[in-house]
């Protein structure tokens, strides 16, 4: 992402579409980089103007994430494709216990589609940046062809430091260790949903979508040896856990009645005959300590708006079969199982 | 990108198609992540598993860069988006005057795409890392529906570091300054316009594409001041010189005779009414250095396989239009606009 000096004309922001010129390399590709990107994200690091940034990182390890976002619709209750793409990788860079610090931009865009309404995706990721603490310093834009692509597909690859002291690692779950979330499980699925089948759902539920890193800080800060943390997003609550019983060769039990769901959650998933473990979340981290720090870990979470509802779920047991079971409100366990795929696509 | 321990079920390589489970956060990703991604591009940082890559980083500034790639087709003479897309985010890391290091992968892939073609594009990635010595260490995985992308889309982002003495950089062009390239321009884009069009031109013609880090860093080790360099890649010479024109502020003249172009490029845009000057290069690089260094930045290009065919073509000038100039083989000259778009969209 190279922004240039000024240019006689101007992008028709107001009814102006995307091009296959923008993605051409000439000057109409300059002009929507300096009108709308680099206007957008203005920092002195994306100011170098070259196709790549150089900085300085603190001390540390460095921990780098990336993710595509291919969410449909673009546009939901919560946020939008610009918003969850800044969350997200800045979630799975602090989720190594690291702090995240600069995040690269790689548009998709589908030719035809309405200037305005990049703009207005284009201000939501700054915003999201500015809130995060974290700054957008390059990116690059392709465009393909009117049929190809859906109107906008975003990469973004985050980049932070980790103190050497902490390791936090999906083979860290230890036996007897205790497994905690953050607060209500599902919102952005049944979110995503809700617009998806046009079954018209109390519009009450949002997409939890948002930047945890500064609620990971504070859990840090109250326990530095965190065994584990990871984002239950595609695949839900079920997905993560089964990975994560993989990864460190374990079991884990949770608690059916100790797992956060509202009740329109509840009620739109028993309408779709769904279930809320394997619905996608987006502002929902999973974290496993040793049981002896978990109250104090619960505690910190709890203090930060976005742990509020915080709960300790379950635990992490010896099992070579590495089953997540489910103990029922009455009494009784079954296996959540790790289902080949999703129950619902394009979620993020 | 978490590749986990073994599966029952394996993956069918010869004859299976991407699913939309395959990008559903379930067991069907992990298997093809496990199965196929991180089986060839194998390496200790990947295998830690989680969803970011954890690791040291050498001394010296950072330096990160990102790309998307949608070229059409995915294979073509001399490469594939797999190739390409590491040549490329490596070359745009290289460019600064820094040493690559690792990469991440983001793949955006269309439902019912053949496995087997994937996996040629996979191991086309693995082969191209290896060669540049760069590490692919984390990634990602989405599939859209069946009619929605083309098969392959990949974002490749860059890391590497760059020594603090120095700073290659696009505003950094002073009148006296020379102007070089490493080689032959238009092979690239005459390539993809040859399958494109359906026009059947010799098949000699191979893309350029390549990863120049090797012969950046004997650039550097030569001549540790090089002013600017930059990748003529979307939009040829063109758009770059007057890119970087604007940036610095000031204008060029190029020489038509020193401009190396092979005989069958130049024969393809005559037929197709091109001018090879805005046709998409891969593995070319443009450097502007102080005239008193241009000899031995040259001798340093030469020297190297990917350099050989380098040569001086043009200089820096005062200019407060910011023109690129062409002194043509007649004595004549003419203005090198800066064109809109690009004459050919999807090129890389």
Known sequence: MSPRTAYSRALDLENGVVEMCHGGGGRAMA???????????????????????????????????TDNFV??????????????????????VALSGGRPLYLTAGFIL???????????????????????GVKIVTGDTKVVERGHGDGV???????????????????????????????????????????????????????????LNGLISDMISAVPDIHVMRDPTRGGLAATLNELAHQSGVGMELLENKIPIRDEVRGACEILGLDPLYVANEGKLLAICAEEEAENLLAAMKAHPLGKDAAIIGRVLEDDHHFVQLKTSFGGSRVVDWIAGEQLPRIC
């Open 153 to 211: 597909y975003i990469n973004t690859t985050g980049i932070g430091v980790v103190d050497e002291a902490i390791t936090v690692s999906g083979e860290r779950a230890k036996p007897g260790d205790k497994i905690l979330i953050n607060g209500f499980v599902g919102d952005h699925g049944v979110a995503i949903m809700s617009l998806r089948e046009g079954l018209g759902f109390d519009s009450s539920i949002q997409s939890d979508c948002a930047s």
């Open 110 to 132: 589908e030719e035809g589609y309405p200037l305005k309404e990049l703009k207005l995706i284009v201000e939501s990721m700054a915003k999201a940046a500015e809130q995060a």
């Open 71 to 92: 969410i449909s619709p673009l546009f939901f209750p919560g946020g939008n494709i610009g918003s969850l793409a800044v969350h997200g990788t800045v979630n799975d």
């Open 31 to 65: 002009q929507l980089i300096d009108q709308l990107f680099a206007d957008a994200f203005a920092n002195d690091i994306l100011a170098q103007g070259n196709d790549q940034a150089v900085f300085d990182l603190p001390a540390g390890r460095v921990v780098m994430s």
